[in-house]
């Protein structure tokens, strides 16, 4: 029996031939470099360069695009004035062109229809496509009201839908990474200091002389400017201390690597804490001066010794003792780092507030070497209307749970969207922009109810991605090579703000997002909210009011700003308010206990493996962010599959061998759609196995990145949901080998 939203292959239906032949002939996409570039020794290429900023990862580094007198995209460097990059981009950032050359990009604008009782897609033009889009907003709007419309997004396109839907008059907006990511420890953080850690995170690593990593792959993840302070840090001789089950690439390069018990970590921080406290060896000065409850927190972790976080977490205390001697020497250039993926095992806003709690012992917040107070740049907005109120937000589909959420929680999003009776606030349509949902999320089921439930499913994207097959219309996104996108003004040390410009014409049909989102608000009639004729008016109107030009910032690519908010740091003898209720930092949190948990964070155990089960832990590679990588042919190329880490002695046991292809099963029965290879090493605890994120794809148009490993989320179904914010921890599920082919058995 057909659903009432059937996944569509996008790769069965055969779009675009025409097209590729027409962007090969326009661009040189696919042709052998010399011929392409007619390379000899007589003649040698002359370039055009045009700035731009990284899109596949958040850092979003400042670079150049240089093209070739025939308008292909040969290379991407770094901006040598970018304070976020300072002219070094990481393998993302080299290889982001590879993003402009993949041919299995969408094309054209396609609308979901039945033939013959069979839903597929059929290409539209853009007029076509647009107009469908907007009379199902309006028929949305009209019975049930705007608010019925969300968006997913991530990346620079989600301004533009977030500016849409407000003015549309709906305020639900989502990004799933704040549930799913880094939510946790900015609830964590804010309850100790009043302020999130933000994105870059304000921590000042290249003074840092004890830096402590716990579960935080720097290195991996390809956080750019932070490995090169890090890089900094070693050179100057700091401590590096690395927390994590798995011999990470931060943990090669320091000085203690503590292979911890996996779900302990709240144990070990609160143990470090008591050798802070009972060996005298924490900041006083900063901690009588600036913080309140020390009293309370002394006698929460009187029992908390070295002895009994060795029995929790398998750290020896002469390891604990020492290693919290160091922050101490350090102090107050020592940085426990808060980290960016912290959604683990459902109690990690309290893990993050250890975190906090122990910096604040260390007296880091504010100092060199420990987090500075970092400033951005305010662009003016351009001119429009007030947005209209909505009658209810994101606020009202959590029904009163989360209340340290400081932003909207996907999977409560995702929730509202399914029609049950008594419920109040239902979402009835969505916008996906730059997020592969099928992806990214927990709690597939409830995804798989919405996305058969809901009226319309737009989605924008570059790539034919899992959540592609679910919408009813599908827009295609240019790259961000072939775009204007909004200035890039993330705050750091001194403000800063940097160009995005198209190096080229976009290809095929593609638009970019801002062409997108006034094309849809004008068939609503909202044209008063998107009254410029080119997104790069925009952005010279905002420039020219803060005294530059777009016609200098296409020269410079990135402009540099003095501060005027304040120093880097906390002067020494002032008197610092904290952004808190008191004003002053919390080491027992008062807005914790009257939300009724617990004020100062306690260890809880957590889960074990079933016997013959190992727990999974996931991570990043230099090479891949999530599936915006998954099929870059540069990308792949570097690492084109994951592999499953196993412990010598498990391996034994099992009877397993390097390069073996292995099966996967968790606790729940769910088996892997396809094999891995085992990679047989002593770098990781034998009650563990480990993989890198963002592989195996189900997807056949994206022919780079099908079945190439296992896709970690296919395993995560135990998923452990935080109280205090929403984040949705993901590190709680258990998984076991099966060595021959699951299938040959089914089909027998």
């Given amino acids: 029996m057909s659903s009432r939203r059937d996944f569509i292959k996008i790769s069965a239906l055969g779009f675009g031939a025409t097209a590729v032949l027409a962007s090969v002939a326009k661009f040189g996409v696919g042709s052998p470099i010399e011929e392409m570039l007619g390379l000899s020794s007589e003649n040698l290429p002359s370039f055009r360069r045009f700035p731009t900023y990284c899109e596949v990862c958040f850092w979003k580094c400042a670079g150049w695009a240089y093209v070739t007198e025939t308008g292909n995209i040969q290379k991407i460097i770094g901006n040598p004035d970018d304070p ?32 013959n009782g069979e839903q597929t897609y059929r290409e539209a033009s853009w007029d076509e496509a647009l107009e469908f889009v907007s009379n199902k907003m309006k028929e949305i709007a009209s019975k049930y009201g705007p608010e019925s419309m969300a968006l997913f997004n991530h990346g620079s396109s989600g301004h533009y839908f977030t500016h849409l839907l407000n003015a549309y008059g709906s305020g639900n907006i989502t990004a799933p990474s704040y549930a799913q990511c880094r939510g946790p420890r900015e609830a964590g953080f804010e309850a100790t200091f009043g302020d999130a850690v933000g994105s870059p995170e304000a921590t000042d690593i290249r003074d840092a002389r004890c830096l402590v990593l716990i579960g ?16 900094d840090a070693i050179d100057k001789g700091a401590v590096i201390i690395t927390v994590d089950p798995r011999l990470s690439t ?144 994101w606020k009202e589909t959590m029904n009163g749970q989360f209340p340290l959420a400081k932003m909207s929680v996907t999977n409560t999003i995702i929730d509202a969207s399914i029609p049950e009776k008594g419920k109040e606030h239902i979402i009835r349509g969505w916008i ?4 592969n949902l099928p992806i990214a999320m927990p709690l597939k089921a409830q995804l798989m109810r919405a996305l058969q439930a809901l009226e319309l499913i737009v989605v924008v994207d570059t790539m034919p991605m899992e959540i592609t097959g679910f919408a009813d219309v599908v827009l295609p996104e240019c790259t961000y090579l072939e775009r204007y996108d909004d200035l890039r003004d993330s705050p750091h040390r001194e403000p800063s703000i940097a160009l995005r410009m198209p190096a080229v014409e976009p290809s ?55 501060r005027t908010k304040g120093p880097l740091y906390i002067p020494e003898g002032e008197v610092h308010k904290f952004n ?61 599959e994951n592999s499953v880490w196993v412990n010598p002695t498990i391996a034994k046991q099992w009877g397993l061998k390097s390069d073996q292809k292995v099966w996967l099963k968790n606790q729940d029965g769910v088996i892997s759609t396809f094999s891995i290879k085992v990679r047989i090493t002593e770098r990781i605890r034998w009650d563990s196995v480990y993989m890198v994120h963002g592989f195996g794809h189900h997807y056949k148009p994206l022919k780079n990145a099908y079945g190439r490993g296992v896709n970690d989320t296919e395993m995560i179904t135990n998923v452990m949901v935080d109280p205090i914010m929403g984040g ?21």
Avoid at 223 to 231: A, D, L, V, W
Avoid at 272 to 298: C, P, R, S, T
């Fill in 250 to 393: 931060a943990a090669s390069k320091s000085k203690y690597w503590l292979p911890i018990k996996p779900a302990t970590d709240i144990a070990l921080l609160m143990s470090w804490i008591h050798v802070l406290i009972y060996e005298n060896l924490y900041n006083k000065d900063y901690v009588e001066k600036y913080a309140e409850g020390f009293n309370e927190l002394k006698e929460h972790v009187k029992n908390m010794t070295p002895e009994w976080a060795y029995g929790v977490t398998t750290i020896e205390p002469d390891i604990i003792r020492a290693t919290a001697r160091e922050m101490a020497d350090a102090a107050p250039s020592a940085l426990v780092h808060p980290g960016r993926h912290v959604t683990w095992y459902g109690d990690d806003v309290q893990r993050s507030r250890a975190i906090a709690i122990l910096n604040a012992l260390l007296g880091s917040w504010g100092q060199r070497g420990g987090f500075f107070f970092k400033e951005g740049f305010k662009l003016p907005e351009y001119p429009h209307p007030p947005y209209p109120s909505p009658n209810w937000s």
């Fill in 728 to 748: 949705t921890g993901m590190r709680g599920n258990f998984i076991t080998f099966i060595k021959e082919d699951p299938r040959k058995e089914m089909q027998s």
């Fill in 84 to 115: 976020q990059c300072n002219g070094r981009l990481c393998p993302r950032g080299t290889g982001g062109v590879g993003m402009y050359n993949d041919k299995d990009r969408l094309k054209k604008p396609l609308i979901r229809f039945t033939n």
């Fill in 216 to 231: 935080s792959h720097i290195g991996e993840n390809m956080h750019n400017g932070q490995i090169q302070e890090m890089s």
């Fill in 432 to 435: 996906v922009s730059g997020t």
């Fill in 508 to 562: 095929y049909e593609t638009k970019p997002a801002w062409w997108i989102a006034k094309q849809i608000g004008e068939k609503l009639g909202l044209s008063a909210y998107f009254d410029y004729k080119d997104y790069k008016d925009v952005l010279d109107w905002q420039l020219k009011q803060v005294g530059s030009s777009l016609e200098e910032m296409q020269r410079i690519g990135v402009k540099r700003l003095k």
């Fill in 580 to 640: 808190t209720p008191s004003g002053k930092i919390q080491l027992h949190s008062k807005e914790l206990a009257d939300a009724g948990f617990d004020a100062i964070p306690v260890y809880t155990p957590h889960p074990e493996p079933p016997e013959g089960f190992y727990r999974l832990i996931y991570g990043r590679a230099p090479m891949h962010t999530f599936s915006r990588t998954a099929n870059n042919p540069n990308l792949v190329a570097l690492m084109p």
